[in-house]
């Protein structure tokens, strides 16, 4: 078994990770470096990347490689754990280099994909597959067949798997991105009985999810953020001022808690943003979306100004949802936070930021630069109504004890980030450079 670690070893984005058995090679994630993208978009805003620009910026995997190594031509399959951007965003721009290569997801993820195609007026000729959590499906290779089971999990978006590749040199587990939440405020808590199951059959290698791996605990369930979400809107229930709320646009269950909540101060809320109109119609089109009904999205720019001129008339009837808690340059908390709207900011009015700041330089300077300008407006900032989607030490912990691979690889994070999960191996009886592995991009592992 020979892994090929593409991406997402040395920052957090770009996760790509190839595994080679004899003559075939299955990917895991095509994802992109947003940090690099929200760079440029500082300098000149509403860019239309090709392919070569992302390589150029350094925004998507450096999988070249892999024709370096002779394995482009062997790819069998493409498989997306899950409709995050770092993990599924790359893929448009790559997919044509593996033409033969099934493209697998769970329907939310194959829903985003499909606009993100459509956004950037891509083609994809692929064949692709729609795979639902806890299933199980067979790739025809040339040198032996394969099974892969999809196992559902919990995360910080709709329909997340964990991915075991079933080879003749034994099972390939992929875990990127997880958290063990047992309380998840939309969907089911992780299949343990499963992960029990493959763990008693026997792990080879396991690439797991190490980004928050020196955080001694375990990542609170997403029910906590709801009550974090409540706890702030009652607190600010008696205002006359505009009330916006921002997060994360894939982050569904979050966003459900937003409206539950928004409905008892008896507000009209409106989705405004692109991103948000993308992810929230993909949880729609899989019947996942269970605020619906209670919702107006907006997409367009002029439709956008329009309606941001009737909410500055109206301005404590409404809650507005937007895009932008990371300060990305362009996003509609951006605009209006610069006076690029009809909306206007004063004093008084409310911004929830039901989210935490992406632990990479850029977003960190670029969501200090926002909230600066909007504590200048006398606006009261609400931050870190947020859990992460992200497992801590001690979710990771559980996982491999409950897995038992031979071999542990961390991955999502730089050197200082996965360091701290090989020290947890350690404490579990791996030996580093034999049994627990720090990899780097481009990299090629043989067990």
């Given at each position: 078994m020979e892994i090929c670690t593409v991406g997402g070893y040395e920052q957090v984005g770009k996760n790509m990770t190839a595994v080679k058995i004899g003559e075939d090679v299955f990917i895991f994630d095509a994802g992109l470096y947003l940090p690099a993208i929200v760079e440029i978009q500082e300098q000149e805003k509403n860019i239309k990347f090709t392919e070569k620009d992302l390589r150029r910026i350094g925004a998507i995997p450096d999988d070249l490689i892999l024709d370096k190594l002779g394995w482009r031509e062997k790819v069998r399959a493409i498989i997306i754990g899950h409709a995050h951007l770092d993990h599924v965003g790359a893929l448009p721009f790559i997919a044509y280099r593996y033409p033969n290569a099934i493209i697998m997801a769970t329907p939310f993820t194959m829903h985003v994909f499909d606009s993100l195609t459509k956004d950037e007026n891509i083609t994809i000729k692929n064949p692709k597959k729609i795979i639902m959590p806890d299933s199980v499906h067979y790739i025809k290779g040339k040198s032996s067949n394969y099974k892969i089971e999809f196992i559902h999990t919990t995360h910080s978006t709709l329909q997340c798997v964990f991915a075991a590749l079933h080879t003749n040199e034994g099972i390939f587990f992929y875990a990127l991105d997880f958290k063990f939440d047992n309380f998840p405020v939309i969907g089911d808590p992780p299949r343990y009985k499963k992960l029990g199951e493959l763990g008693r059959k026997g792990i080879k290698a396991l690439v797991i999810d190490a980004l928050y791996s020196g955080t001694h605990r375990k990542t609170p369930s997403e029910r906590i953020a709801r009550y974090l979400v409540e706890e702030t809107f009652n607190s600010i229930k008696n205002t006359n001022g505009l009330i916006i709320a921002t997060t994360f646009s894939s982050h569904i269950a979050r966003l459900k808690s937003i409206v539950d909540f928004g409905k008892r101060l008896n507000r009209k809320i409106i989705f405004v943003g692109r991103s948000l109109e993308k992810y929230v119609s993909a949880a729609i089109k899989t019947n996942l979306c269970p605020f619906k009904k209670d919702i107006k999205m907006i997409k367009f720019r002029k439709q956008v100004n329009s309606f941001l001129s009737k909410i500055e008339r109206n301005r404590?009837?409404?809650?507005?949802?937007?895009?932008?808690?990371?300060?990305?340059?362009?996003?509609?908390?951006?605009?209006?936070?610069?006076?690029?709207?009809?909306?206007?900011?004063?004093?008084?009015?409310?911004?929830?930021?039901?989210?935490?700041?992406?632990?990479?330089?850029?977003?960190?300077?670029?969501?200090?630069?926002?909230?600066?300008?909007?504590?200048?407006?006398?606006?009261?900032?609400?931050?870190?109504?947020?859990?992460?989607?992200?497992?801590?030490?001690?979710?990771?912990?559980?996982?491999?004890?409950?897995?038992?691979?031979?071999?542990?690889?961390?991955?999502?994070?730089?050197?200082?980030?996965?360091?701290?999960?090989?020290?947890?191996?350690?404490?579990?009886?791996?030996?580093?450079?034999?049994?627990?592995?720090?990899?780097?991009?481009?990299?090629?592992?043989?067990?």
């Amino acid at each position: 078994m020979e892994i090929c670690t593409v991406g997402g070893y040395e920052q957090v984005g770009k996760n790509m990770t190839a595994v080679k058995i004899g003559e075939d090679v299955f990917i895991f994630d095509a994802g992109l470096y947003l940090p690099a993208i929200v760079e440029i978009q500082e300098q000149e805003k509403n860019i239309k990347f090709t392919e070569k620009d992302l390589r150029r910026i350094g925004a998507i995997p450096d999988d070249l490689i892999l024709d370096k190594l002779g394995w482009r031509e062997k790819v069998r399959a493409i498989i997306i754990g899950h409709a995050h951007l770092d993990h599924v965003g790359a893929l448009p721009f790559i997919a044509y280099r593996y033409p033969n290569a099934i493209i697998m997801a769970t329907p939310f993820t194959m829903h985003v994909f499909d606009s993100l195609t459509k956004d950037e007026n891509i083609t994809i000729k692929n064949p692709k597959k729609i795979i639902m959590p806890d299933s199980v499906h067979y790739i025809k290779g040339k040198s032996s067949n394969y099974k892969i089971e999809f196992i559902h999990t919990t995360h910080s978006t709709l329909q997340c798997v964990f991915a075991a590749l079933h080879t003749n040199e034994g099972i390939f587990f992929y875990a990127l991105d997880f958290k063990f939440d047992n309380f998840p405020v939309i969907g089911d808590p992780p299949r343990y009985k499963k992960l029990g199951e493959l763990g008693r059959k026997g792990i080879k290698a396991l690439v797991i999810d190490a980004l928050y791996s020196g955080t001694h605990r375990k990542t609170p369930s997403e029910r906590i953020a709801r009550y974090l979400v409540e706890e702030t809107f009652n607190s600010i229930k008696n205002t006359n001022g505009l009330i916006i709320a921002t997060t994360f646009s894939s982050h569904i269950a979050r966003l459900k808690s937003i409206v539950d909540f928004g409905k008892r101060l008896n507000r009209k809320i409106i989705f405004v943003g692109r991103s948000l109109e993308k992810y929230v119609s993909a949880a729609i089109k899989t019947n996942l979306c269970p605020f619906k009904k209670d919702i107006k999205m907006i997409k367009f720019r002029k439709q956008v100004n329009s309606f941001l001129s009737k909410i500055e008339r109206n301005r404590r009837e409404y809650l507005v949802v937007c895009t932008g808690h990371q300060g990305e340059p362009g996003s509609v908390l951006d605009r209006i936070s610069r006076d690029e709207t009809p909306l206007k900011l004063r004093e008084g009015d409310h911004v929830v930021f039901c989210s935490s700041v992406i632990p990479d330089p850029v977003n960190i300077n670029a969501r200090d630069k926002l909230d600066k300008r909007l504590r200048k407006k006398g606006v009261r900032l609400h931050t870190d109504i947020h859990v992460s989607g992200h497992g801590s030490r001690e979710d990771m912990r559980d996982l491999i004890k409950i897995l038992k691979p031979k071999h542990v690889i961390p991955a999502h994070g730089s050197l200082q980030q996965e360091a701290p999960l090989i020290e947890l191996a350690s404490e579990l009886g791996y030996k580093f450079g034999e049994t627990s592995h720090l990899s780097s991009n481009g990299k090629v592992l043989k067990i």
